[in-house]
């Protein structure tokens, strides 16, 4: 796509200026509601000057602060009117009611997560069978290709391995021992991308097993987005356990809770630690070495190169099809450079 590789990062228009929440879409009252936070980019010049882009997410959680700054900027090189929404927590219904409503608002594009395979996709067939065109990003699920939109974000049980084969690496050098348990953490059980992400971990220790000689095994854990809550299953698991827990492979960002834990109970070292996600308190875990190390999905990608995609679907009009995100690596030996990068979204 050469249209979009020619276009710089450095030459993004800053003008893109955010509104207060409460400048939601004015189609429906419930986004008037403090629950559904909302930005509004306002329009500059640009080839496609005037065209209206809503973005809904399923959580606006911090994960989301650069995938959000990814669409803005490009929203504001092509002119775009852009809103960035979503519920301050996972909450199905409510981001089906924000998708309903970002419809009502008559965008010409929207890019919507599709976080399991079936609540979403009433709003995405409404939009698609109405001419307005639509992008998923972040999480797609499942069955998505049949519904004749495109997608940037993660393969998850390819990531999944990733983390998997490096969360057996770390254990083995934390522990200098060749078996134990490895406990995978799931904060939204249900959730594709989770899912898949649990999946691919252990697939990646099987694959780490037979190719290193270690016979590690893995558990699930069921933890939470709420620090108390997760930090008490983390601590219920490891009193059950003791010292066979060689590993902790968390789905998402919930390693932060881990490294929270070991560091109250003076227990960091004792084994590996390891998740997705590059926010705030995980790079921070990473330099104090209370995180071994975390996978990055380049969330900027998942804002920019989906509007990208839209604004390709826009004119000259070419179909979308998958972007893979990826899956970086962030330890003690590029966190500082990584830091740096992200702090650019705090």
Not at 102 to 127: M, Q, W
Not at 181 to 209: D, M
Not at 285 to 305: T, V
Request: proline fraction near 4%; include cysteine; glycine fraction near 10%.
């Amino acid at each position: 796509m050469a249209t979009n590789s020619s276009m710089s990062r450095r030459s993004l228009l800053r003008g893109g200026s955010l509104a207060s929440a409460g400048l939601l879409l004015a189609a429906c009252s419930s986004e008037k509601e403090p629950s559904a936070s909302s930005s509004r980019g306002r329009a500059a010049d640009g080839p496609q000057k005037g065209k209206k882009v809503i973005f809904v997410v399923h959580d606006k959680n911090p994960f989301f602060a650069p995938v959000q700054r990814g669409f803005e900027d490009f929203g504001a090189t092509m002119g775009w009117d852009t809103q960035f929404i979503g519920p301050p927590a996972p909450d199905t219904q409510k981001t089906v009611e924000l998708q309903a409503s970002a419809l009502s608002a008559k965008p010409d594009g929207v890019i919507f997560t599709r976080i399991d395979e079936t609540s979403f996709d009433a709003n995405i067939k409404r939009a698609t069978s109405s001419g307005v065109k639509v992008i998923l990003s972040n999480v797609a699920s499942d069955g998505y290709e049949k519904l004749g939109v495109g997608f940037v974000g993660q393969n998850f049980v390819n990531a999944g391995d990733a983390c998997g084969r490096e969360i057996a690496k770390c254990a083995k050098k934390r522990t200098g021992k060749s078996d134990g348990v490895i406990v995978c953490g799931n904060f939204a059980p249900g959730s594709t991308a989770l899912e898949q992400r649990i999946q691919g971990i252990k697939q990646g220790v099987e694959a780490h097993n037979k190719e290193n000689g270690t016979s590690f095994t893995t558990e699930v854990l069921i933890t939470s987005t709420d620090e108390s809550k997760a930090v008490a299953a983390i601590d219920a698991k490891y009193a059950s356990k003791k010292d066979k827990i060689v590993g902790w492979a968390m789905a998402a960002f919930d390693h932060q809770y881990v490294a929270t834990w070991a560091k109250s109970k003076n227990l960091v070292g004792k084994f590996a630690v390891g998740g997705f996600d590059l926010i705030q308190p995980v790079l921070d875990g990473i330099k104090d070495k209370a995180i071994d190390f975390s996978l990055g999905q380049n969330p900027y990608a998942q804002g920019w190169i989906a509007a990208a995609l839209l604004a390709e679907e826009f004119d000259p009009g070419y179909p979308a099809r998958t972007y893979d995100t990826g899956a970086e690596v962030v330890n003690a030996a590029n966190v500082d450079a990584v830091a740096t990068r992200e702090a650019r979204f705090a």
